[in-house]
């Protein structure tokens, strides 16, 4: 058996541990491996990469970047990588780390962005509700930073129902829904969701981001797999570290991939999740769900799919991507889904079995602990939800500006992405330092639109993320894709130059 890396964390020690992995992942003796040499010379193709991150992550016990072996291009670099990972992450490092490190790293990198004449583009104060426009500092800017795709979060109605559930329930439910704090206005929001989700019930959340975590980190446990898209959101990853079963990333929306991992694997684990999401908030792209539906059934694995930006988006009703699929809802296992996007308002919920919602009810520690959502906040989703249903119209104008965004950006020649027709659309500037001064010139021009940049995308892969609403006009759209090919093609010319 493989022997788990030593405490001192030695880059001797890691190399060593890397060989003996690398001749075990392609069966062949440890001494046929250079270290020096390149590791795409061993024929090491993006299926076996991911699996080798996976085993790594098991061996150092702590999450890796899913990019870190395609980073480093030999087993040397690789040792020196995960070297100075192990020095700065180590259990034995931890109780002598200096958290001012942390504080100190951040302050310099700040002072680069300063140095560089680039500021920081994020935290922004926005003076009111957006709609299409924002106000920052008394400007008036076209806004695509807002989740709010159907342009629910300022409509009248939804906010009358906010308005009126203060009133009579007050602004917070002041305990947990187990203890006292359960309100009627939770449970129709639960029983409409599940209605329109199309499975038998619904439990809310406080957070969105928390109900991934606390429901993957409650449901399993050490000895068990989850199987995730290498995209995935970081909820579940924070989740899955919080379950300490083992983790794999298969590459993004790749169902062969985890078809062939979890052939490979499955038999090793009691149980076994794979994670998807149903709108991709990077790439504006969408998983086949159907393969994936068949992967799960085949492997006995329980599949998840986290819609928290594809439920209100996807298929003719919004219903999200069973209907876009055409497939049953019941199908998959647990549906997670946010109510800041769609629907107007905060949280996030899972939506399933009725045995699955009863026991996350009374043993989910993100529920039973935490004060339940608050009445403002459900009576707002709840509103959303019923004028999302009574008005598909809505859905039929996001659709119609997303596809004209992405139809108008290609045609000026601007890399999008794999998305098709959906409102997120990534502008693809691979610089970190370029793509934010791009958004730099396009803030003064009047356009807000958000940089990606490490480490929330892989180095090399920094983007501006455009979010189309229903509430944008024609020309706000045609406007915003020529000041940016314009601003791409003076880029391009003075590089010629």
């Given at each position: ?443 003064a021009g009047g356009i807000n639109v958000m940089p990606m940049i490490p480490p929330a995308v892989p180095e090399g892969g920094a983007r501006l993320r455009f979010f189309v609403t229903s509430g944008h006009t024609l020309e706000q759209i045609r406007v915003t894709v020529e000041a940016v090919a314009e601003l791409v093609a003076s880029k391009a010319l003075s590089e010629n130059n």
């Amino acid at each position: 058996m493989l022997q788990t890396v030593p405490l001192e964390h030695s880059i001797d020690s890691i190399r060593a541990g890397l060989v003996a992995r690398v001749a075990a992942l392609l069966g062949i003796p440890a001494g046929a491996i250079d270290p020096g040499k390149p590791l795409e010379d061993y024929g090491l193709d993006s299926l076996l990469t991911v699996t080798f991150t996976g085993d790594l992550e098991d061996w150092l016990r702590r999450r890796l970047s899913p990019t870190i072996v395609w980073d480093c291009e030999t087993i040397d670099g690789l040792a020196e990588r995960l070297a100075d990972v192990a020095d700065v992450a180590g259990p034995a490092a931890a109780g002598r780390r200096d958290l001012a490190a942390d504080y100190r790293l951040l302050d310099q990198r700040l002072a680069a962005l300063d140095a560089a004449g680039l500021g920081m583009p994020y935290f922004r104060v926005h003076d009111g509700a957006t709609a299409g426009t924002t106000f920052v500092e008394g400007r008036e800017l076209i806004d695509f930073a807002s989740y709010d795709y159907l342009g629910l979060a300022r409509d009248p109605v939804v906010s009358a129902a906010a308005k009126h559930a203060i009133d009579v329930y007050g602004t917070s439910v002041s305990a947990s829904r187990v203890a006292s704090g359960e309100r009627p206005v939770h449970r129709t929001l639960e029983q409409e969701l599940a209605d329109f989700v199309g499975v038998d019930a619904c439990v809310v959340f406080v957070s969105g981001h928390a109900t991934n975590v606390t429901v993957i980190g409650h449901l399993f446990r050490p000895g068990d797999l989850i199987l995730h898209d290498a995209l995935v959101h970081n909820s579940v990853l924070q989740g899955a570290a919080l379950s300490a079963a083992s983790r794999r990333p298969f590459p993004h929306n790749d169902w062969k991939a985890a078809d062939q991992i979890l052939a490979r694997v499955r038999g090793r684990h009691a149980r076994a999740l794979v994670v998807i999401e149903g709108l991709y908030s990077m790439d504006g792209d969408i998983p086949d769900l159907p393969r994936f539906l068949e992967v799960a059934k085949r492997h006995d694995a329980a599949l998840m799919v986290d819609e928290a930006h594809s439920l209100g988006v996807l298929g003719a009703r919004g219903r999200g991507i069973a209907e876009h699929f055409d497939v049953s809802p019941r199908d998959v296992d647990l549906w997670m889904g946010s109510l800041s996007k769609s629907f107007a308002s905060c949280g996030g919920y899972i939506a399933g079995s009725g045995p699955l919602v009863r026991y996350l009810k009374h043993s989910a520690p993100g529920f039973v602990y935490s004060v339940g959502i608050s009445p403002s906040n459900a009576a707002a989703a709840l509103a959303a939800l019923r004028l999302l249903r009574a008005q598909p119209e809505r859905i039929l104008r996001l659709r119609d500006r997303s596809r004209l965004f992405r139809e108008l950006a290609k045609a000026a020649g601007l890399q999008t992405g794999s998305g098709h027709d959906t409102p997120i659309v990534p502008l693809l500037i691979g610089d970190t330092v370029e793509c934010l001064r791009t958004s730099q010139m396009l803030t003064a021009g009047g356009i807000n639109v958000m940089p990606m940049i490490p480490p929330a995308v892989p180095e090399g892969g920094a983007r501006l993320r455009f979010f189309v609403t229903s509430g944008h006009t024609l020309e706000q759209i045609r406007v915003t894709v020529e000041a940016v090919a314009e601003l791409v093609a003076s880029k391009a010319l003075s590089e010629n130059n």
